[in-house]
């Protein structure tokens, strides 16, 4: 491997590393302000509410056919 491409691959894995930070950052944001405004699990109560009413419109779309 060219010394140059090692340099490139370092970068990137340095520009994924700091992206991956952030986006871990704006998580936990998100799921500290979900569980004050009442998602006891914040994130995770979110997604099992979203799931559950996926279902139940899946389940009310099959009943008007």
């Not at 700091?18 to 500290?32: A, C, G, H, I, M």
């Not at 559950?52 to 779309?61: A, G, N, P």
Request: charged content about 40%.
């Amino acid at each position: 491997m060219s010394e140059k491409t090692k340099e490139e691959l370092e970068k990137k894995v340095a520009y994924m590393e700091f992206v991956n930070d952030q986006l871990v950052s704006e998580l936990r944001y998100v799921d500290t302000l979900l569980k004050s405004i009442g998602f006891p699990e914040g994130l995770e109560t979110v997604k099992l509410a979203a799931h559950e009413l996926m279902e139940r419109e899946r389940d009310h779309s099959a009943e008007d056919k």
